[in-house]
Structure formats: C-alpha cells, structure tokens
Nanobody, 119 residues
Framework: QVQLVESGGGLVQAGGSLRLSCAAS????????MGWFRQAPGKEREFVAS????????YYADSVKGRFTISRDNAKNTVYLQMNSLKPEDTAVYYC????????????WGQGTQVTVSS
C-alpha cells in the first residue's frame, strides 16, 4: 500500500521558518515528479511547488517564490519543503503529492499537515 506521510507542520510566528517532510512508502518515486499543495480554510487547494524526479526544474507558485524551497532525497524516498519568511496568508493544510499524471495533477496524495502562521 502506497503512503505519503507529511510531517513538520505547526504554529510559527510571522517571519519564522518551518521545514515540511513527506516520506513515501510502498513504492519508490525516484522516477516521478513530486509536489506540494496547500488548502486554506474556505479556499480551494492550490499548487505550491514541484520538483522533477532528479531534483531538477523546481517550480514555485508566485506567492511563495523566493521564500520556499523544494528538495528531495531519492535514497530516502522523501521530499521536503523549506518555508522561510512565513506570512499569515501561508496558513493552510499542506499536502504532499507524487507521480504527476498531468499538469498540476498527481496520482498519490498525503493526508496533510497543518501550518499556522500567527501575526
């Protein structure tokens, strides 16, 4: 059974940092793109960042560009999201996704981790 498990969320003050991790199990994703999405209360889920299977071509939403960094460790079957200079508007549930099947569409999803940024 394939599982994506996010961790690292929490409560942080504006301007602070968090590092999210997403550990995959059940199969390897070393040949698949992986990504992060988020969903704020009352809003639709939105794209945050993605990374190619080899760690290349990181791609970011304009709202997080320059503040967030996506990376991966294929040996650990894990993808990361380093979030710096956090803002209250970054508050959301953050979801990991794996195996892109179409632009912004992924086959596997994690259960999400809450990130709350206080002002």
């Amino acid at each position: 059974q394939v599982q994506l498990v996010e961790s690292g969320g929490g409560l942080v003050q504006a301007g602070g940092s968090l590092r999210l991790s997403c550990a995959a199990s059940g199969r390897t994703f070393s040949r698949d793109s992986m990504g992060w999405f988020r969903q704020a209360p009352g809003k639709e889920r939105e794209f945050v960042a993605s990374i190619r299977w080899d760690g290349g071509s990181p791609y970011y939403a304009d709202s997080v560009k320059g503040r967030f960094t996506i990376s991966r460790d294929n040996a650990k079957n894990t993808v990361y999201l380093q979030m710096n200079s956090l803002k209250p508007e970054d508050t959301a549930v953050y979801y990991c996704a794996a195996q892109r099947i179409a632009p912004m569409k992924y086959y596997y999803w994690g259960q999400g981790t809450q990130v709350t940024v206080s002002s």
